[in-house]
């Protein structure tokens, strides 16, 4: 799936239809390309010759690709690996100011900007006050307003930026708008975001979900693996999770893979925002937390701070020890422990991340009660360990998800998108 | 992922690692070939033309793989379609003669065989008794002997014949034994069932979880197109789910994608044989069905009748109008709706299809309370519907999925398979 063309519409549109799941057809030249800069990537620096092995690739086919990314610039030799007998190995590497993106993550307590080179490495980040709740037609303004400013004080080359990344919560439909959306963000549901954002900025415009992009972030900037299974267990103001496999996000049918915040743990729970009953969001996320404690008298700053401000208040009161804080954290992680448990026993993961703005701040408290209840309960524990660890990139994570999706989009052409759709 | 080759084995090995994941370095040839016997399978008849426009490969390209497998017997010549407007087109079709696979099925209440051609049609399906309570090394030699019978019975050309598949409950490691499991198989954890059926038989095996076989056999038999996202939602006398997407199963890092049954749905439930708490197969599958019904005074006939025969005299009671019946089926469908829900926000399928022998008996019931909640409750549900159905394979759905992996795997070479990991 083509994140730049328009996520779900890859594989619902009638005329690209079959090109979308079985991408076999792709012509050899643009595979061998796609597959040596993933892998490149990934290794941070590597031979040529262990670029064949890795690859399955020819060494001729190797050579001849790296030659052409050289030429064009996103491929750079750094130097001299150590000799294995023969003649020391000229290492190849990224080259990072080759390609910048521009990532924004839409949350209710904030909005993230996160400017990224081609390596993944966040140049530029800032943040201003939320615009979810604001007029959709005001915050396009506003936000290609911003933008301008970043690329102006950035100095990079403005050729150089391939793109805008936009990330929301979900669910969207045909990465083109959003269907269903809580308050502040209600007015936001079914306003043709990318359409707008795309004629103000003048950039190629992308939109997906927060999760979703932050398994793509995950995978670009912290070298992880091509073979892993990715699930990032995303926690913002809502709870859902980002899938990766084989190196390219899993999107599902519909664009909207992952919404492990919405699934029921308790039959007789409480009706949820989305209509369903006794989801984890609704009785463990941010908001139900901060409801709890300020019902039991918890001082977390005024009643209209933003839900994560308030959140990290309470994170902060735990981390100091405090009693009351400490158990309303504990017994939302026990539920963000059976999401996990839930993502692991489905998509079966090697790798479970915990990212966002919520686990940012409160993730060492989650951490161990999520890891210690996956190695226990997990169904297939029998078949060896899933890897639990907290994201380096908690607050911003899914903007760089965003860049992210934007720079993966220019290198790996549509088609190359296509296997994990 | 290549079934035959070893399962989660591909995604960890050494040797082939990156391979695994990272399949765009196969040969063009390969890749043609691959996916032209899948669109050929899938459209039941198709022209070459209609072939080159669905796989985006040149008419050249189409011609002389066709050629090539038309010469192997793989596909025939079946007719002229309707002319456009230029001279009729002849039509392609897979040669179900061509290639056979015996799948067997080890269930609690029985065991399921049957003999598959490339069509995915059943050629022959014969059940006996159930082989999981005895000594593993026994039941081997009875599974050697019945293939041996059926092959001669049936009459085939034991050089056509590629191979056996053997699905059991997960979870499985390598694709070559079983990790964990309830009375009555526990005997056969850790027992190198792929190793042993392969010296008794004198064939291929390949050992699969009876879920994810499932959804290989439901792509295959039912015409269902690659660009299809499919759940199967299994329940036997377990409750799993079979992924399949781009027309290859995913099986996750370690092969274990797919266990919903053992997901949380109460918190405070009971303790389930998995270690688990709560989990949708402890609530609600037949096995506690079963044992709520016999506590509420039901004759569902001996009390040692295996679970899988008195849940579907259950199911026929409920079927007839019995209320307490009824009821008792009606509140576990409120359960695995729970489950489908779950399935359907995670992995996001534009295709759920109930299926494996519970189903098949109560499926009727089950079907309205679980289309109807995922229709309601769905996250994305402002995205497009999901298509809910029962499968027409139910009883030996997963026999059918397990001969069909062999198919898939003779078809499509090892790295072919790689993609969905």
Redesign the interface.
């Known amino acids: 799936m083509a994140p730049a063309g328009g996520g779900?519409a890859a594989?619902?549109g009638a005329a690209g239809?079959?090109?979308?799941?079985?991408?076999?057809?792709?012509s050899?030249p643009t595979?061998?390309r796609?597959?040596i800069l993933?892998?490149v990537r990934a290794s941070r620096t590597i031979s040529r010759v262990e670029l064949a092995?890795?690859?399955?690739?020819t060494q001729a086919t190797v050579s001849t690709v790296v030659r052409r990314l050289i030429d064009e610039g996103l491929v750079v030799e750094v130097g001299r690996g150590a000799s294995t007998g023969g003649k020391p190995r000229t290492l190849l590497a990224i080259e990072p100011t080759a390609r910048y993106a521009l990532g924004v993550q839409l949350g209710t307590d904030g909005t993230t900007f996160v400017l990224a080179d081609l390596g993944g490495a966040i140049v530029s980040r800032w943040r201003r006050g939320a615009l979810v709740g604001t007029d959709p037609g005001h915050a396009v303004g506003t936000i290609a307003a911003e933008v301008d400013g970043i690329v102006e004080r950035s100095g990079i080359d403005r050729r150089r930026l391939t793109g805008l990344g936009v990330v929301a919560p979900?669910?969207?439909?045909?990465a083109t708008r959003i269907?269903?959306a809580q308050p502040p963000m209600t007015a936001w549901v079914d306003f043709p975001v990318r359409e707008r954002l795309e004629a103000a900025t003048r950039l190629p415009v992308l939109l997906d979900n927060d999760a979703t992009a932050t398994a793509a972030g995950l995978y670009w900037a912290d070298g992880i693996?091509?073979?892993?299974?990715l699930a990032a267990l995303f926690m913002g103001q809502g709870v859902g999770?980002g899938l990766l496999?084989?190196?390219r996000v899993?999107?599902?049918?519909?664009?909207?893979?992952?919404?492990?915040g919405?699934?029921?743990?308790?039959?007789d729970g409480p009706v949820c925002w989305?209509?369903?009953?006794g989801c984890v969001e609704a009785l463990a996320g941010p908001a139900a937390v901060v409801e709890r404690a300020r019902a039991a008298g918890v001082d977390l700053g005024d009643d209209d701070r933003p839900v994560l401000a308030a959140f990290g208040a309470l994170a902060r009161l735990a981390l100091a020890g405090d009693r009351v804080a400490l158990d309303l954290v504990e017994d939302s992680a026990?539920?963000l422990a059976?999401a996990a448990?839930?993502?692991v026993?489905?998509?079966?993961?090697?790798l479970l991340v915990l990212t966002g703005p919520a686990f940012a701040v409160a993730g060492p408290l989650y951490l161990p009660v999520v890891a210690q209840h996956v190695a226990?309960?997990r169904?297939?524990?029998?078949?060896?360990p899933?890897q639990v660890r907290l994201s380096t990139h908690g607050p911003e994570s899914a903007a760089l998800g965003a860049a992210t999706l934007v720079l993966q989009a220019e290198l790996a052409p549509r088609?190359?998108e296509?296997?994990?759709?």
Chains 1, 2 share one sequence.
């Open positions: 779900a594989g619902h239809r079959y090109r979308g799941a079985v991408p076999l057809a792709l050899a595979q061998s796609t597959m993933d892998v092995t890795a690859t399955g690739l979900g669910p969207l439909q045909a269907v269903l693996a091509p073979t892993t299974t999770a496999t084989g190196g899993f999107r599902g049918a519909s664009g909207n893979a992952g919404e492990v919405h699934v029921t743990v308790d039959l989305c209509g369903n009953r026990r539920y059976v448990h839930t993502l026993n489905v998509v079966d993961p090697d226990e309960h169904f297939a524990r029998g078949s060896g899933v088609g190359a296509a296997p994990l759709t």
